[in-house]
């Protein structure tokens, strides 16, 4: 404080000589008015020096008071405590600190009798700062400050802080994570299906185009970039910081890729990239990068999957569609594998997703008949009471195939040390019709289309993935054909399968390929009759009425048709996922969303004609599926509940990719 007042005395004694130089200047033009300025300027002589003497002697009984206040203990101690420490009274101004603190964190200001909250301001003084300590920021410093209760002399209240310097710690520390790096593998997707058609020169000009880009992309985010042994694959090594931008700009080199026009090409060139971060060296950081990247090529390419070490995983892009590959030789491979499980096993268990619908049970027996087919006692593990394929299920009964069907229960009991799981249609434990028979099978195969989520089985002995066909009903008929002339399917295995693939498809118009027509073919050839399956299909006089009363209700928010029901009776699982559909032809409508209220929890069938990806919509409220099929439950919410969530949902998509989307049409 007694510096504070010398930094006013100066001007108080510039203020006196100047006040006196006019006075004597006044002599020279009224000797009156000289005498009458010279009475008012020693009084003010008088003024200041009994003023500055009464601030001077509260000064003294001031730092006579901290002195007091400070017991001999402390004087003796704090001072020549080596680190930072500044006292406190219960009013909480400072009165009293030692030199580390005057010289490290207030550098040489004063700061006595100032508040403490300037320097530890909006703190519980009864909290961490008592036991951990909490970290603060002044000035460019950073520091760790503990607190400690005194007693004074006179039994006053006071608080001790000691301060850590921990600003150089801090930046190493900020250094040492910023430079972390993880690992991305880049991958160009369909790299053979790209270049197939092209001539050499072209190919050299797609490449260079491919690599001129991804060499952009590492010099503006300061990044190691190499082409690996495979001609379609790229490593790179980023920094933490630089990853950091890229994820803001949520993978611009997605677009950068897609943009690159290339006039004579029938499809557009694409990567998938799988990045792992957060490891503890490189070694672990590839395996990561790897499992991303089968991670994003499992939910149909054209995207970004980030794993970290805590196995969490997070998408940019996949907006689009993926691209159909046209090869049958991974088909013809699994169904070689297959068959040799299939004799090294005592029996087969064929198991779809719980309320099993037609493209889940049509696939199942299409699976069987590819099991009978190696003789050996297969079973389809289905509840007959809760399933979404009841009328193919009678036909099927109808045909003599009633002895292929067992309940989850009964399925247990079936289970021996070699037993054959196959799974049809998800590749989600907790989605299957029976979890316990999954625990209690070593031995499983996953046969399923949709796009790759979090918590997929692990440790398969096949795992035949085709995020890009059509159905997994599609993809069983194509196994089916390689399984050998001796015992062809029948014609109402045939119906099966062609009743999946026309579910899936919604009559041969979404989600369809090459290879989905030349499964049909297939189908037809076996002897799939179209009339039968068409009758698969029909409903009820009361699910139609309840089909037409949901789409009246239904209203339309941000080009996406929403609907509630709140009826409980099983037909509403049929119903719900046709009225979405039917949903789909109103003019104006991307997308389309049927929620009900089921046994306790909502569940929403969600759709789209492929501008809008429902996946990732409902990825958002915890469920997955497919670029234009998809669907949740939602536990323990009401239906009002569940409609804004959704409409949270739709609002997060259209942030992220409709931006997305119109930036890259621009």
Not at 143 to 156: C, E, I, R, S, T
Not at 420 to 432: E, F, N, R, S
Request: with cysteine; charged share 25%.
């Amino acid at each position: 404080m007694n510096r504070k007042l010398w930094l006013f005395k100066p001007i108080v004694y510039v203020m006196v000589i100047f006040c006196t130089l006019v006075v004597f200047a006044t002599f020279f033009v009224s000797k009156l008015l000289f005498w009458i300025e010279a009475a008012l300027l020693l009084a003010l002589y008088i003024y200041l020096l009994v003023s500055l003497s009464k601030v001077n002697k509260d000064i003294n009984e001031y730092l006579q008071y901290m002195a007091k206040t400070l017991d001999s203990q402390m004087h003796g101690f704090l001072p020549n405590f080596p680190l930072p420490v500044v006292v406190s009274n219960d009013l909480d101004e400072i009165i009293w600190y030692n030199k580390p603190f005057e010289s490290t964190v207030i550098h040489n200001k004063q700061m006595i009798g100032s508040s403490i909250n300037i320097l530890v301001p909006d703190v519980d003084l009864e909290g961490d700062i008592l036991t951990k300590g909490i970290r603060l920021r002044y000035e460019d410093g950073n520091f760790k400050v503990y607190m400690l209760p005194a007693m004074g002399k006179n039994n006053d209240i006071l608080r001790v802080f000691y301060f850590l310097d921990e600003t150089e710690l801090r930046h190493y520390t900020n250094e040492f994570f910023e430079t972390r790096l993880s690992v991305a593998m880049i991958l160009l997707d369909s790299y053979d299906e790209l270049l197939q058609d092209a001539k050499d020169s072209e190919k050299t000009r797609i490449i260079g185009a491919v690599e001129e880009t991804l060499e952009k992309f590492s010099i503006e985010h300061n990044c190691y970039l190499s082409r690996t042994a495979r001609r379609d694959r790229y490593i790179a090594i980023i920094e933490e910081r630089h990853l950091k931008k890229i994820l803001e700009g949520r993978f611009r080199l997605l677009d950068d890729i897609r943009e690159l026009d290339f006039p004579d090409l029938k499809t557009r060139a694409s990567v998938s990239i799988g990045v792992g971060r957060g490891a503890a060296n490189l070694t672990d950081a590839e395996k990561l990068a790897e499992q991303a990247l089968e991670m994003a090529l499992g939910r149909g390419g054209d995207q970004a999957a980030v794993k970290t070490e805590n196995g969490g995983f997070e998408f940019f892009g996949g907006i689009h569609k993926g691209v159909e590959k046209r090869t049958r030789v991974k088909s013809r491979i699994v169904a070689s594998a297959l068959k040799e499980l299939i004799m090294a096993s005592d029996n087969v268990m064929v198991m779809g997703h719980r309320y099993a619908d037609i493209d889940s049970l049509g696939s199942a027996v299409g699976m069987a008949r590819f099991a009978l087919s190696c003789k050996k006692p297969t079973y389809v593990v289905l509840d007959p009471t809760k399933n979404l394929a009841t009328a193919l299920l009678k036909r099927v009964y109808e045909n003599g195939h009633n002895d292929l069907f067992v309940a989850p229960p009964h399925a247990l009991k079936l289970v021996k040390p070699n037993t054959l799981l196959i799974i049809v249609d998800t590749h989600v434990a907790m989605l299957t019709e029976s979890p316990d028979l999954l625990n209690a099978c070593k031995n499983v195969v996953i046969i399923d289309h949709h796009r790759k989520m979090v918590g997929h089985i692990e440790d398969t002995r096949i795992f035949f993935h085709e995020p890009n066909a059509s159905s997994a009903s599609e993809m069983v008929t194509e196994l089916l054909q390689y399984s050998g002339d001796n015992y062809p399917i029948s014609p109402i295995e045939a119906e099966a399968l062609l009743a999946g693939i026309t579910l899936d498809t919604k009559n041969f118009v979404m989600g369809t390929g090459v290879r989905t027509f030349e499964a049909a073919a297939y189908l037809r050839k076996m002897g799939a009759d179209t009339i039968e399956v068409k009758k698969i299909f029909s409903g009820s006089m009361s699910a139609y009425q309840k089909r037409t009363k949901l789409v009246s209700s239904a209203r339309i928010y941000k080009n996406c048709a929403i609907a509630g029901a709140a009826d409980t009776t099983n037909e509403i699982k049929i119903v719900a996922p046709q009225t979405a559909d039917e949903l789909l032809n109103i003019t104006g409508v991307d997308a389309s969303f049927v929620m009900y209220d089921y046994a306790g929890e909502i569940s929403i069938s969600a759709r789209s004609l492929g501008k809008m990806n429902v996946q990732l919509i409902m990825e958002k409220l915890g469920g997955g599926g497919h670029h234009t099929m998809a669907g949740t439950q939602l536990k323990g919410e009401t239906l009002e509940n569940a409609m804004t969530l959704l409409e949270k949902a739709i609002d997060e998509y259209y942030d992220i990719y409709i931006k997305e989307d119109k930036k890259e049409t621009e």
